[in-house]
Structure formats: C-alpha cells, structure tokens
C-alpha cells in the first residue's frame, strides 16, 4: 500500500483502499461534510431573499391568485438573476478552499473580474462563464444540502442503532420501523447493524464530499481549458506572424542586395570587362598586366555568380515577379537529374502560400538529391479544395523517416506554421512521395 | 541605340560599355515608358532593355519590347534578372524572332560576347541564352538520339551561332560544323537551311515544342 502521503493523494483513491477507514481521510471529508453547514448558514440569507418571493408565489398559486403568483414569481427570478451571479463568487472561493480538505491538488483560480465598473457588470452578468458559476452554487447549495442530511440521518440512527444494547430492557422495547424487540440478543445484533451503518456512513460521507469536489472542478476547468484553448489559438497566430515576418524580412535582405551590392558587383566586373579589352588592346594579351586583369575580371565573375545564388537562396526574384510555377521550374533547372514539373494552377496563390509553397518544395528538392539516390523527379502543383497542393515524387531508394532536425520536420514545422500540412509515402525501396497542402485562406 | 535600365550606377556603367564597342547610345532611359518615347523620338537600330523595370518591376521592359516589336522588326536586346522561358518565348513570337536577343543580365560583363551577341541581332539574327537552351535541351527526351558533340553543336546553334562561330568555340573545322549541323537537322525532321537564322529559329521553336 502507498504511503497515505503522496503529494497527489486524495480521499476518491483512498476510498478504494482497504484501510480507507483507518486513515486520515474519512475525518477530512467528515470535515468537509460539516463545513457545508458554515457556508449554508453564511448564504442562507440571500438564498432566503429569492425563496421567500417564490415560496409566497406558490402560497397564492394554491389559493388560485394566478395574478399575484406569477408577480411575485417574476419578482423572485428577478432577485435570483440579480443574486445568483453575485452568490456564485464567495460560494466557489468558498468551496474552492474547502475542496482542499477532500483533494490537496489546486483547483484552476476563476478568473478574477474586471475593476471597471461597466466591464465588472458585463462579467459578472453577461458571460457564460459567470452564468456556469451561479448554476454551480445554485447545485452545489442543494446538492450539499441534500449530503448533509442524508448523512445526518443516517449517522444518527447509526448511533441509535449502536446504543440499542444499552438503551433495551424488557419494559422499553427496541423498535426499528414496524418490528419490536425486547431481547437483549436481538438489540446486540442491531448494534452490530448500526455499525456496518456506521462504516457505510462514513463511506457516504466521504463519496459525497468527493462528488462535491469533482463538480467543483468541473465547472472551474472547463473555463481552464477554454482559456488554454484560446491561448493556444493565440500562440498559433503569433507563430504564423513570426513566420511571415521572416518571410518579408529576407525580401527585404533581398531587394537591398539585388538594388545595392549586385548592381554594384555587375558594374565593377563590367568595368572590368572593359578594361581586360584596353589592356589587350594597348599591350597585348601575353602582358602581365593583361593576366592581372583577366584574373581580376574572372574573380569578379565567380563572386557575381556566387552572390546571385546566395540572393536566390534568400528569395529567389522570380518567384516574386513571375510566381510558384516558374521558380520551382527554375530550382529544378539546376538539379543533376531530369525533373518534370506540372502545375494546373491557372491564377497564382497568395503571396505567403507562395512562399511557403516554395521553400517547403525547395527543402523536397534537396532531400530528394542528397538521400534518395534518385534519377528522375517530378513536382506537380494544383488546388484541391480550398488548398494548394505540391506534390513530389521520386524513383529513388525511399525509406525516408521525419527526424528532429531533419529537412521533412524543418518542412512539416514550415507548414503547420500557416495552417498547412505534410504528407509521407516512403516506403523502403521507393518511391517517395512528398504532399505538401497549404490552406489558401486563414 | 537606346539603353532602357532603371538601375542608375547599371545604367551608366553599360552606357560606357556600350560607347567603348561601338555603339552610339542616343538615349538612356529609366523606364519602359520613356523607352517607348526614346524609340518614337530616335527611330534607334537596336534597343537594349532591362526587363524588370518601374513602376510595376515585374516585365514592363519585355512588354515594352513586344510592344515596339508589333510596328517593324525592331532589333531588341532584353536582359533578364533570371532564367524564364516565358519571357523568351514572348520575345521569340515577337516579329517572327528575327533581330532579338534575350540574355541574363550577367552576360554583360563577358564584354566581348556581349558585343557580338548585339551585332547579331542588329544583322536581324536572334540570340538566346546558353542557360535558357540548356534548360530547353535538358527537358527533350528525342535529343537522347544525337551524340554527345551533336548536342554540343546543338546548344550554340540554338543560342544564334553562325556555323563559323561554332567552329572556333569547339576548335574544328567550319566544314565538320557543318557536317554536324546537317545530322542533327535530319535526325529533328527539320528542313535544311542555308540561312543560319532560320535554321536557329527551327531549332528553337523544336526545342520549345519538345519541351
């Protein structure tokens, strides 16, 4: 048996323990059972200012004043609608922290209300989550109710039951329901009986706090998960803002290198195109200085070349200026092996489906080279639904599994980040097919 | 001729190329717009334009280019940021694809190629960038039947070379170019041609076909 400890110990585990009776949690629950009674007492007061209209209006209803019971009804919903609401705060602070008794484990904190006057109102009055409180303390407050007199009861003929022995003798009989006795055997064995009362008492007192617990918890977590919900919605959004300011970012890096640097490096290799023309010109093409030149001239032409597929790599221009199609056609252009690239896209998509589409396509496209071993690809592109979807295939070796750090998990991380999705048929052998979706709108 | 490039430190760096092969720029222009007014203005005999150009800078220069192209087989040079097939289609269905050229900006500083590659097209011949053939010639699964030095005669035909011209880049002889040239067009089913113009845009429009 664990010990009766455990930081994640509650009374519902300890009641499926055989020795649930000798340890602590019958007498927290027993607590918790008679604490009903401080918070029935602390509201009975506003629950008396709803009951009364209605009680009234059930008087008059008996005596056929339909006019006065449906006034003094509305009057007493009225009140509830008013009351309720404002009740539920103090009956789950309440509750919130008797649950502890029962189940140490921190219950989700309601949120606390606005201290605008105007939003306080709204909060308090207007929103589900309140109106989900108030019909918590308005079940709560009976249902408590209703545990505390059952136990009540039955604890008390229990104990009747226990004192039989003492209380018999041949002049005051022992009566349970219809039947007597004066026996002394006979009120041993009802002692007996009350007992096992006792023990099942105990039982229901503590399933009944457990109960309690469980619809405390209820109704605070579905507000918990919501809010995670809607917190992970915004995380979601921020992830997808993230992306596309990284995607605007290196079109900027771009268009600055491509108006800035290239143009730069163009004119200078140019110039120095022209100057390789003079020198030969002026002192043939054996002159050192010619070689100087040449040399300078091809070095200038490496680096252009070098420069331009660093900008491209960055963002290629023509995905911007012409779209997906021609720049995937482009990338593919410069692969060691054939690729066949098919689109039924008749307008171009949005320009961050585009991106994303490119880059997703473009990490395909140097798996396929660097671990499929392939000889042929192709890529085709359509829309399908409201998504676009690339597809790649390949005749390589397959077997292609999604690692951390991997180029499919770096394109599945790409696409989820605008909603979009990734699809893996690699089977060992081949082919591999690569299906990438992205939703046209968000 | 008339210069249209909206890069200024480009502009005048190819203006001084330009002046030191030859030619005498009348007008360099920004944009596709003055391009139009400079060609109106001048009546040039060759346009060189960049394709990327304001206020849109995605293909005004080749719009531009087509569009001047409509009146008479004016003699136009577009130079692209990057290889697309589309845009060298247009400029090829332009006036027949006689007197064009259409070659990546980087091209410009292999200055002496450059130069000859402009006075092809004011001859009316038509140029094509090598990348652009490559990539036309890597995608025609029929080319499998010519040889290795077939293809290779091919690739420089396709981008406008006279069969001269091929002979000094493949160091052989004009004769053995011509050999080579008369196979590779029986094995395309294309018609023999004396004019090497009209045998570079049979070549092309069976590239594009096969594509």
């Known amino acids: ?442 | 001729m008339v210069l249209a490039e909206d890069g200024t430190l480009l502009r005048e760096g190819l203006v001084g190329l330009l002046e030191r092969l030859g030619f005498e720029v009348v007008s360099a222009v920004g944009d596709a717009e003055a391009l139009i007014a400079a060609v109106d203005e001048h009546d040039p005999d060759l346009v060189v334009t960049d394709i990327r150009m304001p206020p849109g800078y995605s293909d005004e220069g080749l719009r531009a280019a087509c569009r001047l192209r409509t009146r008479r087989a004016l003699p136009v040079v577009a130079l692209s940021q990057y290889v697309e097939r589309s845009y060298a289609e247009d400029l090829l269905d332009s006036a027949g694809g006689r007197a064009v050229g259409y070659l990546l900006k980087d091209r410009v500083v292999d200055v002496a190629e450059f130069g000859q590659a402009l006075r092809t097209v004011v001859g009316g011949g038509t140029v094509v960038d090598p990348e652009v053939v490559r990539q036309l010639m890597r995608r025609s699964d029929p080319l499998d039947r010519l040889t290795e030095r077939e293809r290779g005669v091919l690739a420089l035909l396709a981008e406008g070379h006279s069969n001269l011209a091929i002979a000094e880049r493949l160091v052989v002889t004009e004769a053995a170019v011509n050999k080579h040239v008369g196979n590779i067009l029986s094995k395309l089913d294309l018609p023999p041609s004396a004019d090497s113009n009209r045998r570079v845009l049979a070549v092309l429009t069976w590239l594009r076909r096969h594509d």
């Not at chain 1, 909060?123 to 408590?144: E, N, S």
């Open chain 1, 1 to 442: 048996m664990p010990p009766a400890t455990t930081p994640d110990d509650n009374a519902w585990r300890a009641l499926r323990r055989r020795r649930f009776l000798l340890g602590r949690w019958p007498w927290r629950a027993l607590a918790h059972t008679m604490s009903t009674l401080v918070v029935w007492v602390v509201f009975a007061i506003p629950c008396l200012a709803v009951g009364v209209p209605i009680g009234g209006a059930i008087a008059e209803l008996s005596r056929g004043q339909v006019l006065s019971a449906s006034g003094l009804l509305l009057l007493g919903l009225a009140l509830g609608f008013i009351v309720l609401p404002l009740l539920a705060t103090p009956v789950l602070a309440l509750d919130r922290w008797r649950a502890r008794l029962v189940d140490p484990t921190r219950l989700a904190a309601p949120p606390r209300a606005p201290s605008v006057p105007g939003a306080w109102l709204r909060d308090r009055y207007l929103t589900v989550r309140r109106w989900r409180y108030a019909g918590y303390a308005a079940a709560t407050l009976v249902l408590q109710g209703a545990i505390l007199a059952t136990v009540s009861l039955l604890a008390t003929s229990a104990g009747a039951l226990i004192a039989a022995p003492v209380l018999v003798s041949d002049e005051d009989p022992v009566s349970v329901g219809p039947w007597q006795t004066t026996s002394s055997s006979a009120a041993l064995l009802l002692a007996l009986l009350g007992l096992a009362l006792l023990v099942g008492v105990v039982y229901a007192w503590t399933a009944g706090a457990c109960l309690q617990v469980a619809l405390l918890r209820r109704t605070l977590e579905a507000d918990h998960a919501r809010r995670l919900a809607e917190e992970l919605t915004e995380v979601g959004a921020s992830r997808t803002r993230l992306v596309e300011s990284f995607d605007s970012e290196r079109r900027r890096i771009e268009r600055d290198l491509h108006d800035g640097a290239q143009q730069r490096l163009v004119t200078l290799a140019m110039g120095l195109g022209v100057a390789r023309l003079e020198v030969v010109d002026a002192l043939g093409a054996d002159h050192p200085a010619a070689h100087g030149v040449a040399a300078a001239h091809e070095q200038a032409k490496v680096l252009m070349d070098e420069l331009r597929a660093f900008v491209r790599g960055i963002h290629p221009k023509v995905l911007t200026d012409v779209g997906l199609v021609a720049a995937i056609d482009q990338l593919t252009a410069s692969l060691p092996f054939p690729v066949t690239v098919t689109s039924s896209l008749t307008t171009r998509p949005a320009a961050h489906v585009e991106t994303t589409a490119y880059f997703a396509a473009s990490e395909a496209l140097t798996n396929i080279v660097r671990h499929s071993g392939a000889s042929r690809a192709s890529v085709s592109l359509g829309r399908d639904g409201g998504d676009i979807v690339v597809e790649l295939r390949d005749d390589g070796h397959g077997g292609a599994t999604p690692r951390p750090d991997s180029g499919l998990t770096w394109m599945a991380d790409r696409l989820a980040a605008v909603g979009g999705s990734l699809g893996l048929s690699s089977p060992p052998g081949g082919p591999t097919v690569v299906r990438m979706r992205i939703p046209e709108s968000r």
